[in-house]
C-alpha cells in the first residue's frame, strides 16, 4: 500500500546531503477504548534520501526531562504505546540518513481519552475523529468507490469502510493496516449486525442479499450473531457465509465527534 511502503527506496545509499525537506501529512489513527496507544503515519519527503525516521512525543506539561520520548524506525509508520489518559501529547516525525537530520514534520498536537468510560465530556484541543482517512488495500466486491477510512476498536481489528455516501458503505475487517481489509461473512443472516462495527446497535440495511452459494468464494472473516468474535477462513460459496456489497447503520462517516 502506497501509504504504508515497506522501504526507504532505492536510492537511500546515494545521499549526498541530509534530507532537506520534513515528512507531511502526519496522521493519528486512534485506538477506541484503549488511550495508551495510538497509530502514526506520514508521507516521506519528496525527493530525499531517507534512511530513518526519528518519532518524538512530548507530553505537555508532564516532568522536564521525563516528557519526551523518541521511537526510530525505517517505516512510514509506527505505534506509540503506554500515553496517558486524558493527557496532551504532540507528535513530530524526524527524516534521517548518514549523512545527519531533516527538519521534522509539523507537530500534531493530541490529546488521549479518559480512562474512565464514564466521561463523555468533549475535548477540543487536538481530539480527532476517531475514524481516520488512509488509503488500504481491500477486496472489491463493493459499489462504493469513494474514500476510506479506518479506526480501531475494542473488538481488536481494524476495521476500515469505503464511502458510497456518509450514511452507506462497505465495511471491512483487518489485523493491521498495512495487511488486506476483507469481507465480513453472516452465517445467520446478510450482515445486518455487522453495522455493530461502526457502532451502530441497529439492525442495518444491506445491499442485494444473495445465497451463499451465488456468491465468488473468497478469505475473509465471518461470525453468526452479534458480539460473536470473528473467525477467517473461506466466505461465500461451499459455506454458509454471505457478504454484501454495502451496509447502512443509520450513522453518517466519518461524522462529527
Known sequence: ??????????????????PQKPPTNLTVVTVEGCPSFVVLDWKPPENESVTEYKVVSTENGGTVGKDKSIITTNQTHSTV???????????VVIASNP??????????PFRTESADP??????????????????????DYSECKGKQYVKRT???????VQLCNSLRYKIYLSDSLEGTFYNIGDQRGHGEDHCQFVDSYLDGKTGQMLP?????????YFRAVRQEPVHFGKIGAGTHS???HWYECGITIPGKW
Do not use: H
Not at 154 to 160: C, D, H, Q, S
Open 118 to 139: 464514564r466521561i463523555t465530556e468533549s475535548i477540543s484541543m487536538g481530539k480527532d475523529a476517531i475514524w481516520t482517512e488512509v488509503r488500504f488495500n481491500s477486496d
Open 242 to 244: 454471505t457478504y454484501v
Open 1 to 18: 500500500m502506497q501509504l504504508f511502503p515497506t522501504d526507504m527506496g532505492d536510492n537511500r545509499d546515494m545521499a549526498t546531503s541530509a
Open 81 to 91: 504505546e503506554n500515553l496517558k489518559p486524558n493527557t496532551s501529547y504532540e507528535f
Open 154 to 160: 475494542w473488538y481488536k481489528k481494524f476495521v476500515g
Open 212 to 220: 451463499s452459494d451465488q456468491l465468488p468464494s473468497k478469505d475473509g
Open 99 to 108: 549523512l545527519g537530520e531533516g527538519p521534522s514534520s509539523e507537530s500534531k
